[in-house]
């Protein structure tokens, strides 16, 4: 289970800067005007060889000081629900402001693990003006220079000590559920999440309206079918970054995020009369990278005007978008007339079960072998690449490692050759695969 640490304070204090420094990428655009970040930032992160969840609550806040004062509460308090770890940035330049106390105020009434960061200190007489943070009321500090990153390290020693307590303390609660397979359905506002959900369950269970984002929430079901029992959590839309405008929105795409990480399959729901678009294809990124099995359901199937071609045109379409990964199932269904919906399901549990596969290891190298003498790596500045041996790892999902005697020649297209063998042969549909490349 993968922890979220949020990084909340009042603007320009320099939240993007260690944001981009923790997710180790230009991903914010860090401007000195008050309140640049417009934008979600949402990134992994890992030290020390534990991973976890970096969210940059800044630059929700629009309008003048007045505003962003009840703005900046809020905004606290939704990170506050949805975080595991606080980091609290403040800023040595401008010293302890209302506004650094209010946010303290909202702090010290938490019970999760709260880290004080003091930025901007690059000298011996900046270190020595941190002391007045002293006056918040949240003990020790940190003092860091975010843009060039002194004291970053230390801060992060101490925070990764703190995720194995706040990951038992929450698997103890979570174990009953974690133990059933979890389908998480997903997909931009109004592509009809709720709707598929109340076909599937036959009942009212999630408010239904045309009003696009009225599930603030994700909501957990238990469902039995095909002799499967698994829980469906039904998320909030995720919006696009622009429109990401009220706070509700901040925090139903923070839900999305937290269920993606913590489902098993991800079931995208995309709008047939919209097309695939760059949300969508945000949101299949965003479970391919957190190794999650994948099944596309294109709803509305019924509002579309088709031929004999509609639904292959519509495969290519989608499978333009997500390539290189493109073995992933994808049902056309309609979730007012009930139309394929239990395939869906169905598809989704094969793509549980395929995320399990398990291929022994002398069985494994009986078949890939013979495939990779016939089709070797392409020979490297006069360098002939051998691989001799293969295996699944023990890995929750489905990873593999070939051992070669080169192994820093073997380029992408070879990789992606093998891969494709692999699918041809074993049912990983759905399912992303790691291959590694390692010396014998």
Not at 80 to 88: Q, S
Request: proline share 4%; hydrophobic share 40%.
């Amino acid at each position: 289970m993968n922890s979220i640490v949020a990084i909340v304070g009042r603007p320009n204090v320099g939240k993007s800067t260690l944001f981009n420094r923790l997710v180790q990428r230009r991903e914010a655009i860090v401007d000195a005007v008050s309140g640049v970040t417009r934008d979600r930032h949402y990134g992994k992160s890992d030290w020390n060889g534990k991973e976890f969840s970096v969210i940059d609550t800044g630059g929700y806040v629009k309008g003048s000081d007045d505003v962003f004062e009840g703005e900046i509460r809020k905004q606290v308090e939704l990170a506050l629900d949805e975080a595991d770890i606080i980091v609290f940035v403040v800023d040595v330049e401008s010293g302890v402001t209302s506004l650094d106390r209010d946010v303290a105020t909202i702090l010290r009434k938490v019970k999760k693990p709260i880290f004080l960061v003091v930025n901007k200190v690059d000298n011996a007489m900046r270190d020595a003006d941190a002391v007045e943070f002293y006056e918040l009321g949240l003990g020790e500090y940190f003092t860091i220079s975010s843009i060039n990153g002194s004291g970053t390290g230390d801060l992060l020693d101490e925070l990764v000590k703190e995720i194995p307590k706040t990951i038992e303390e929450t698997e103890a609660e979570e174990l009953e559920a974690e133990a059933l397979p979890k389908f998480a359905v997903v997909g931009r506002p109004n592509a009809g999440k709720s709707s598929f959900i109340n076909a599937l369950i036959g009942e009212e269970r999630n408010i239904v309206t045309d009003v696009a984002g009225t599930t603030r929430d994700s909501i957990d079901t238990k469902y039995n079918r095909y002799g499967f029992d698994f829980t469906l959590v039904d998320t909030a839309g995720i919006r696009k970054k622009s429109k990401v405008k009220e706070d509700l929105e901040f925090y139903s795409v923070m839900r999305s995020i937290r269920a993606i990480e913590h489902a098993d399959v991800i079931v995208l729901v995309v709008d047939a009369t919209r097309g695939f678009e760059g949300q969508d294809q945000n949101i299949f990124w965003l479970a391919q990278k957190n190794r999650k099995g994948v099944v596309i359901l294109v709803n509305k199937w019924d509002l579309v005007e088709k031929d004999t071609h509609t639904t292959k045109q519509f495969t290519q379409q989608i499978e333009r978008e997500i390539a290189p990964f493109t073995d992933v199932p994808i049902v056309f269904i309609s979730a007012l007339t009930k139309q394929r919906i239990f395939k869906a399901i169905e598809t989704a549990v094969e793509v549980y079960k395929n995320r399990a596969n398990r291929i022994p290891t002398s069985k494994f190298n009986e078949t890939m072998l013979p495939i990779i003498g016939h089709y070797p790596p392409p020979a490297y500045k006069g360098k002939y690449v051998k691989i001799k041996y293969c295996m699944q790892l023990p890995t929750p999902t489905p990873q593999f490692v070939f051992f070669a005697n080169l192994p820093q020649y073997i380029r992408d297209p070879y990789k992606r050759f093998v891969e494709n063998k692999l699918r041809e042969i074993y049912d990983f549909s759905g399912v992303p695969i790691t291959l590694y490349f390692r010396k014998k």
